[in-house]
């Protein structure tokens, strides 16, 4: 049986260890919880900014944000639940149990008052933590993202007549997210894409980028080398197959009592029509020069919103 070779990117060092001597003042951890352990890389002092990121990346998507947050908080970016250097349970990739594994990862750490920062999967888990834990949030930001909801299984099977193309310029908002189908397979994909997750990815991120360049080469290495082996591709879509109990526990939350940042770009649309009625406190802006990856392609732009929203 014929491999694929992987591409010249994946001989970078992309560990932990390595990726740590880029980013001088962060130190690195795995907590054990019991049911999972959590990968966390710190820096900085002052009030807790949690960073929360999604499929297909890690806590390395943060690393344009995390050394200007350290000046002035005590930065936690966190491998959710199934991601990068933390555990692969079996279950539990609905958002409000990953919502208690970063409630518990906090009070191991005797933090209790935090603000939460989440892109894509890590948004959903940010919203399940201010639902479920409200006197633990200060502030949430969404980037990109909303939380799963009923709207979600109206997405179409197949696109309209000239809907899919090559890239989504308007990212979210106008793309065919075929994806969220291919993962809701149990096995099929693991099988397909193991040792050639990097393949998904690099469609993934020319087609919902506006500056695909903006997740560089490098970059690219790295989360491919985080989903490489068949369980990491289970787990990451497990967060997708949690769709029906995310939708389930959705409806059982009240709006929102903590102040919310949305800062979308090719999901501006979604967030504009799902956020208002569950986030009371909402403030939502577009990011401008952006797609999906709003903390790659307008970091300077996220920073300065960050800067006058976080306590």
């Not at 594994?101 to 890590?122: C, N, P």
């Not at 979308?264 to 504009?272: E, F, K, N, P, V």
């Amino acid at each position: 049986m014929g491999t694929t070779k992987p591409p010249e990117p994946l001989r970078d060092d992309v560990s932990d260890d390595a990726l740590l001597a880029r980013l001088p003042g962060f130190t690195r951890a795995v907590h054990d919880l019991g049911e999972v352990s959590l990968n966390v890389v710190t820096g900085g002092e002052g009030p807790v900014v949690v960073l929360l990121p999604g499929w297909p990346q890690t806590w390395w998507s943060f690393h344009e944000l995390m050394p200007h947050l350290a000046r002035s908080y005590r930065v936690l970016a966190v491998d959710i639940r199934g991601m990068g250097g933390s555990s692969r349970p079996a279950g539990g990739y609905d958002k409000k149990t990953m919502a208690g594994d970063v409630h518990r990862l906090l009070d191991t750490l005797g933090i209790d008052r935090a603000s939460v920062v989440g892109h894509d999967i890590g948004a959903q888990v940010a919203f399940s933590l201010a639902a479920n834990h409200p006197t633990l949030i200060e502030r949430i930001v969404m980037l990109d993202f909303v939380h799963f909801s009923p709207e979600w299984y109206s997405i179409p099977l197949l696109p309209a007549p000239g809907a899919f193309a090559d890239q989504s310029k308007a990212g979210n908002d106008g793309a065919y997210l075929w994806w969220f189908a291919f993962h809701q397979v149990k096995g099929l994909p693991e099988a397909l894409l193991e040792g050639r997750a990097h393949l998904e990815h690099d469609w993934f991120f020319d087609y919902v980028s506006l500056d695909s360049a903006s997740v560089s080469v490098f970059d690219r290495a790295v989360y491919a080398a985080a989903y490489a082996d068949a369980d990491s591709v289970r787990a990451g879509n497990a967060w997708y197959q949690a769709l029906d109990q995310d939708v389930a526990d959705y409806e059982s939350y009240q709006p929102l009592g903590v102040p919310v940042l949305g800062l979308g770009a090719g999901a501006h649309g979604l967030m504009a029509n799902l956020l208002p009625a569950r986030a009371p406190q909402l403030t939502l802006l577009n990011v401008p020069e952006a797609g999906h990856f709003v903390a790659s392609e307008n970091p300077a732009f996220v920073l300065e919103q960050l800067d006058a929203f976080l306590p």
